[in-house]
């Protein structure tokens, strides 16, 4: 059990899987010498020189186009998108090809490569560094979809990421680089595609991902102790695959729902699990789930324009309140 | 894998030049009549016939363990490389017998027995996945190159600028195949550029290029001979083939656009015909000979036809298979998914 | 009144929008002299010139860029997508350009322009020609999006949108182009962003759009005939805005609703509308809203395997019957 | 819509270019200043000093009508067209007040009013929309120009060379701005291609190229006087301007990846330094004369921290608005869907 960072625990999963094996490379902008924009892959190249820690030019659509084929030649890569803003750059790549090449080659080969990226709010850094783009990329079948919250599975989850056969996009979020937790990186995590129940209640269940999970986890304590509401809450740590089946329980039992996520509502995340949810449990819902979301429009660049444009831990504080009363 | 056809280490001479391009030539008009009688999946086919100097020229120099990638219009750049062609003839009619089963069709064809990482309909697609392969080949201190075969018409995506500019930054065994037959769909390439000359943006990557006439099949190959070479010992080329597109786009475009006199020239312009009366004047083969290979390549992609109509149809029950791996789950049908919700599951 | 196809239509609306104003222009791969690869701008180059219908080179990332640089200049461009499954290549320019430009700017100006394309199965095309990504577009903020199903609609949805202030995607169906109906050009139009009743029902309501709304009439045909089943079926026309409040009363009154669509089901426009009509509609309904949407697949180019990917008539008339035994 | 800041439609000579030159420098300066204090917004503030010539070079050949685009290292471009640096200040700040009322911030700043359509968090995101400028300039017979400004980062993106295509093939009035400050973050030009000389590339597809020495504005101003002309009557160009970032990449980057005394070499090229210098020297302003102007400068940036500081934040009611032209609904916002939903409204 060591004490580290969110950024320390992925750090650390890049390392050992690099010793471990030895076809694992890392390439993106400022991977390398810089040591990644928000510092994830500092000292790698030190320690597995520049064959394996590759800084490539700013050319996001042939970094995952490499990738794709780096992972057909036999490499295990991990592509690093620098903001997850920049993704429509790679949607080609990444949707066109690495998704659909099992499926269209009749199950030949897959691709199994790695799209690290983070992206949220936070940070002040306007409308082209601060969106939640995970929506593109669950909407798209063939790629797996990974969003880690915690320090253990900034670490467990980017193991078992780098496990897969098949692409798996990873999105990590700015505002918890820095978060410090605990991790045994000897420890069986929960089994990859498993949600993980943070918070037990029975007065409403939470559903979340990513730092919105802080923010829900934020809101249940106080839910508890100003209001006496037992929220559960669910991390489901990938959103492909998606494990309905430990909400479920949770939400029959409580027959109320929120689900927070920080990307734009409309046609987003919490569409889906919103969808999924009521479909999967229509019969005890009090109440429609209730999307908690980003709203429909671009991130400010103004702290407190940026600040409200996502869900904050009072929002959903104030909306656990609303459902409950 | 997959039995190769005897595709040569080196260019084993004119011959067996000749006898790859008509194999193409062949196998491509059949695909032709597959369309006709109404058994392709399909009509986005689209005919290398006037290329093939450039799909066997270069394919001639590769080796076992090189892979590589194509385009939409890539059947005889994996015929060349040694393609079984009535599996790629039931591919194209969408079989189950197909080299992808079905799914993947024309513009999707792939075989990794054969280094082939996959045909794409996405102009530009395939090229920076020989940038990924190339730097596997380096780490793996492979003795392999990886090809990036694409039309003139990819020159407008920028992708290959991202992919060249990678590939010569690193040194990498690649090498970028341009088979430029003049037009991409109904544009004329100086009506997609103002400088034609497409070499020249690779060297300014700092790539080695070239530009070769693929009238000559020779040609093509001792350029493909002498770039493959430099590739594999980390000089990334380009080498950009001119050459003339015989047909429409795709089986169905008749070319209004382009002049009669302009396409009977661009037809003479013929590298089969060529190298056949080039080994008929030489004196090493005679007609008879020619036609006697000839006659045996027309009865094997006459089978083609026969196994491809005769393949059976895709399972239902493989349209959810190969998403993901094998191991994994299946993907939810919508079926299940709604008569589980409305029985209350 | 005039006999026409809902190709001839879109032709009509561009021809009537050049001749009125001289600041529309087209481009694209193949509109000019090729006439375009569906035939939709067969002609139009004789009539207006190469300045004003403009062939590009392969090149949708600077298409979609030229055209928002045009439209901030002044023109009013509408760029030709040659299909919807190349939207990735321009997704940077589209989503962090086109959408965010007049909200990062502070309102100073818009982006004026349409990106017109087409979608859908149905001519074994493959994985990469038979997509429906109207979900993409539909969750980003700035975007309108619109999709005419009908002869009607590919008129006057297509000039509604080209006097739009703000960027437009117009998805038409690949499958649509030879449908023939009749067009009147000077018919009062439905309001932008309103959705049209094609049926009154009690029974269930079906909410649709594109190729699938006829599908969906289709099955309301044998639901009637057959089963005395009265299905309300809706064309949404636009996805963004998009206009509930002409399905409300609809599900409030049958109770049961079905949302289908050609898109991949997983966080997809069907995921957004069942979400959303379940909001709208919760205390009246009976099940929960159903979703008929492509498979979470990649699309074959066998025509078995590719007409099952999608809603067809018959298993959207299945579905209404098992809602309604 | 803005009023102009005196920028003289050719470059009326050294001393002006100078004063321009220290404007932006000084601005820059008190953009560093804003963050210590505090309130910018953020800290994805990319600072120009070193690179001054670029912008004033070329900017001083701009004509009222013109249009231009720039990167994410944008102020010194912006300054030097005209812009208000009070405005810019309160927008870095994240202010009501500023240009884009907040919204946009340092590396999303606009003028309608001065033809600026836009600067750019997306390395080569800005390039296209020169393209299109160009084509509404061409078709309106317009005499006006449209400029990209990006930084040498943005050759890594394929997006510049489909642009660069478009113009040539179009003859459109458009001109590519390179400013090679050398590094894209922590990678050395030659750390991210195999050819430095990146006008070759240009060249390639058919503009008219150079590359200048950043070092002297005087030649900066030239030869973009010249390549702007040239660009005006339909021969579009490319001009790379080397010169070198003194700084971080962003304010709070040490640049830990140079070595100190490439910094110091680096920074010894400092073309305000030298203009200043060329001055005095050649007579033809005296030092004081130049502190004195350098003085007002000051001045007039130090009041522009200040307007920046008193403005105010954005009203919340802000949020929602231009999503969509006014006219248009907002969009619903999360809080009133959730209130009207529980409400069954
Ligand atoms: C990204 C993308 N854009 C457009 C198309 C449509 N398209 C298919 S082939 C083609 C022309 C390609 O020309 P070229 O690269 O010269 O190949 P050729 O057809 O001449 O072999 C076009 C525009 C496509 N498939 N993919
Ligand atoms: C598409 C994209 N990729 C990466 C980044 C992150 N990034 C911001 S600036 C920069 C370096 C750009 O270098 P250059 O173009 O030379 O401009 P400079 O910073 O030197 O002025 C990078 C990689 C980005 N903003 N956009
Ligand atoms: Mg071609
Ligand atoms: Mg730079």
């Known amino acids: 059990m060591i004490e580290t960072t969110y950024r320390g625990a992925l750090r650390q999963a890049l390392t050992d899987a690099m010793q471990e094996n030895e076809a ?8 390398g010498r810089y040591g990644g924009a928000y510092g994830v892959t500092k000292g790698l190249i030190d320690e597995f020189g520049e064959d394996r820690v590759i800084d490539t030019p700013i050319s996001e659509a ?22 997850v803003d920049f993704i429509g750059m790679t949607m080609d790549q990444l949707a066109n090809q690495a ?7 009749g199950g030949q080969i897959g691709v199994p490569m790695i799209l690290r990226t983070q992206g949220g709010t936070g940070r002040s850094a306007g409308a082209q560094h601060s969106q939640s783009l995970e929506a593109y990329v669950m909407h798209t079948p063939g790629l797996r979809l990974a969003m880690p919250a915690t320090v253990e599975d900034a670490y467990h989850l980017l193991r078992q990421a780098m496990k897969q056969p098949d692409p798996v996009v990873f999105i990590e979020h700015k505002g918890l680089y820095t978060m410090k937790g605990e991790l045994d990186t000897s420890a069986e995590p929960a089994a990859w595609g498993k949600a993980r129940v943070m918070r037990e209640g029975s007065d409403v269940v939470i559903v979340s991902y990513s730092r919105q999970l802080h923010h829900a986890l934020a809101a249940a304590d106080t839910l508890e102790k100003e209001n006496g509401i037992q929220a559960a809450v669910v991390d489901l740590r990938t959103l492909n695959p998606i494990d309905f089946a430990t909400i479920r329980p949770l939400v029959e039992q409580a027959g109320r729902a929120m689900v927070v996520s920080e990307g734009v509502m409309t046609a987003g995340v919490a569409a889906e699990l919103a969808a999924r949810i009521t479909e999967e449990c229509f019969d005890y819902l009090e109440d429609p789930v209730v999307r908690v979301a980003g709203e429909d429009i671009p991130i400010s660049v103004s702290p407190l324009l940026e600040k409200h444009s996502v869900p904050t831990p009072e929002f959903i504080t104030e909306v656990a309140r609303m459902m409950l009363k | 894998m997959t039995e190769k056809n005897s595709m040569p ?33 399909g009509s986005m086919l689209h005919l290398s016939v006037g290329e093939e100097s450039a799909a066997v020229g270069v394919c001639s120099h590769m080796h076992d363990g090189d892979t590589f990638t194509t385009h939409h219009r890539g059947h005889g750049i994996f015929l060349a490389r040694g393609a079984d062609p009535a599996r790629m003839m039931a591919e194209i009619a969408g079989k189950e017998t197909g080299y992808c089963h079905g799914k993947g069709g024309s513009m999707h064809i792939a075989d990794m027995g054969l280094g082939h990482l996959g045909a794409n309909a ?27 075969f694409f039309g003139d018409g990819a020159t407008g995506q920028g992708i290959l ?16 195949v341009c088979i430029n037959n003049q037009y991409g769909m109904g544009t004329r390439i100086d009506q997609a550029t103002a400088n034609p000359r497409l070499h020249e943006r690779a060297e300014a990557f700092g790539l080695v290029a070239r530009t070769v006439d ?45 002049a009669e006199a302009e396409e009977a020239e661009g037809r003479n312009k013929d590298p089969v015909l060529r190298a056949r009366t080039k080994l008929i004047e030489s004196g090493i083969m005679a007609e008879t000979d020619l036609d006697a290979m000839d006659a045996e390549i027309a009865q094997e992609m006459d089978a083609t036809i026969d196994f491809a109509v005769s393949g059976n149809e895709p399972q239902m029950s493989s349209m959810f298979r190969d998403v993901y791996a094998p191991e994994e789950a299946e993907p939810e049908p919508v079926r299940t998914r709604i008569e589980r919700i409305l029985a209350r599951q």
């Open chain 1, 62 to 83: 042939a970094i995952v186009g490499a990738a794709v084929g780096a992972a057909m030649a036999g490499l295990r890569p991990v592509a690093e998108l620098m903001y």
């Open chain 1, 24 to 31: 694992v490379v890392i390439m993106g902008e400022e991977v």
């Open chain 2, 122 to 148: 996405i102009v530009g697609g395939g090229i920076p996945a020989v940038v990924g392969a190339g730097l596997a080949a380096r780490n793996g201190k492979k003795d392999v190159v990886s090809l990036a």
């Open chain 2, 214 to 258: 693929g009238l000559e099949v020779e040609e093509v190959a001792d350029a493909a001979a002498e770039l493959i070479a430099g590739a594999r010992a980390g000089k990334p080329a380009f080498l950009a083939i001119e050459c003339y597109r015989f047909y429409g786009h795709a089986r169905k475009d008749k070319s209004p656009y382009r």
């Open chain 2, 161 to 176: 600028y991202e992919s060249m500019n990678m590939a010569a930054l690193w040194r990498l065994p690649v090498m970028f």
């Open chain 2, 9 to 41: 280490g080196s260019n084993s001479g004119l011959p067996d030049l000749y006898r790859h391009m008509r194999r193409v030539r062949t196998f491509e008009e059949r695909v032709g009549e597959l369309f006709v009688r109404g058994k392709s999946a």
């Open chain 1, 99 to 105: 998704a659909k090449i099992r499926y269209m080659f």
